[in-house]
């Protein structure tokens, strides 16, 4: 069974970093793009960024610059490393993966950036 379980969540002044991480298990994520999406309250779930298995990068326009995605496949581990860090990302920020063409989702961790 697929599973993802992020962490790394917390409150943050403007301005600040976090660096969240996305633990797998139940799938070779070498083999395997994952993606972070976060929802603000009100909003719908939106597309962050994105790394292929073979390490290729894409972001939304409104974080890029700021945010960087990576991979340790021997942690069997997703990062996303967050600078800058401005308002409007607040969120709860969920990582992803389709595996057989079904979409599997973590349970999210908030980030608050405070003014």
């Known amino acids: 069974e697929v599973q993802l379980v992020e962490s790394g969540g917390g409150l943050v002044q403007v301005g600040g970093s976090l660096r969240l991480s996305c633990a797998a298990s139940g799938l070779a994520l070498d083999d395997y793009a994952i993606g972070w999406f976060r929802q603000a309250p009100g909003y719908k779930r939106e597309f962050v960024a994105t790394i292929t298995s073979s390490g290729i990068t894409n972001y939304a326009d409104s974080v890029k610059g700021r945010f960087t995605i990576s991979r340790d496949n021997a942690k069997y581990t997703v990062y996303l490393q967050m600078n800058s860090l401005k308002p409007e990302d607040t969120a709860v920020y969920y990582c992803?993966?389709?595996?057989?063409?079904?979409?599997?989702w973590g349970q999210g961790t908030q980030v608050t950036v405070s003014s």
């Open positions: 992803n993966v389709y595996k057989s063409g079904n979409p599997y």
